[in-house]
């Protein structure tokens, strides 16, 4: 297993050139959603909706405000990771009526759960909220990008987007949602030569300290 991840690591790269003629099966797909949806957020509270943008028009109108970056349009699926424009006692309720659910109990036996979640929507500052919405999408994007090395699908995550813009065009504020982050998937072209550049990290000794 350590070999396979650490392969899968290596291996993967941020995809700049996709082959617009290969697409991710069904199974992959079901598979890399899986990884968003089951992404760990704090106090469960999941303050995400992921929008899979398969339109081309769509996508070519995301890629006028993305810098024109090609892999806007030639990836297979374009994820775009949002997050809600109110993290209110609404989205919390609905987030414990759903555990509540899950897992057999009433909502009233988790009302401690409820006012300690309250307590941080409530007296956080909402510059504060978005920052710890956006926390917890970069974590479902990291399980994204795993999964789809391991799968053997390229990715390349794209912060480089005007998000007024990719809002006003997916319509995004009727919907109560703000663009995070874009995730395009696919398959890379021979003639990526982003494929075969070095990794550049920093060694171990500078990353890493042992408290022991
Ligand atoms: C949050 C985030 C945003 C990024 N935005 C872009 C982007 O807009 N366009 C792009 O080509 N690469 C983008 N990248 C790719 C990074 O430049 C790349 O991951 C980094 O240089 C490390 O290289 P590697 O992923 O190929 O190992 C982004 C990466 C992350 C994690």
Redesign the pocket.
């Given at each position: 297993m350590e070999d396979t991840l650490l392969k899968a690591l290596n291996g993967r790269?941020?995809t700049?050139q996709f082959d617009p003629t290969k697409k991710i099966s069904q199974g992959s797909l079901n598979t890399l959603l899986e990884s968003l949806r089951l992404s760990p957020s704090s106090m469960g509270v999941q303050p995400w909706k992921f929008l899979v943008v398969t339109n081309s028009e769509v996508r070519k109108q995301i890629q006028e405000v993305s810098h024109h970056?090609p892999q806007v349009v030639d990836a297979s699926h374009l994820i775009v990771l949002t997050r809600p424009l109110h993290i209110d006692a609404a989205h919390v309720d609905r987030h414990l009526a759903n555990t509540a659910h899950i897992r057999g109990v009433t909502v009233e036996s988790m009302s401690e759960y409820r006012s300690m979640i309250m307590r941080l929507v409530q007296t956080a500052p909402p510059e504060g909220l978005i920052g710890w919405a956006n926390a917890q999408i970069y974590i479902a994007l990291g399980f994204l990008l795993e999964a789809a090395a391991l799968l053997g699908v390229d990715a390349?995550?794209?912060?480089?987007f005007d998000k007024q813009k990719l809002d006003d065009v997916l319509k995004l504020p009727e919907k109560g949602l703000a663009s995070v982050?874009l995730c395009a998937l696919g398959y890379r072209t021979d003639a990526d030569k982003y494929a075969k550049v070095k990794?550049s990290r920093f060694v171990k000794e500078e990353v890493f300290e042992f408290i022991a």
């Open positions: 790269y941020a700049k970056q390349c995550p794209m912060e480089g982050v990794k």
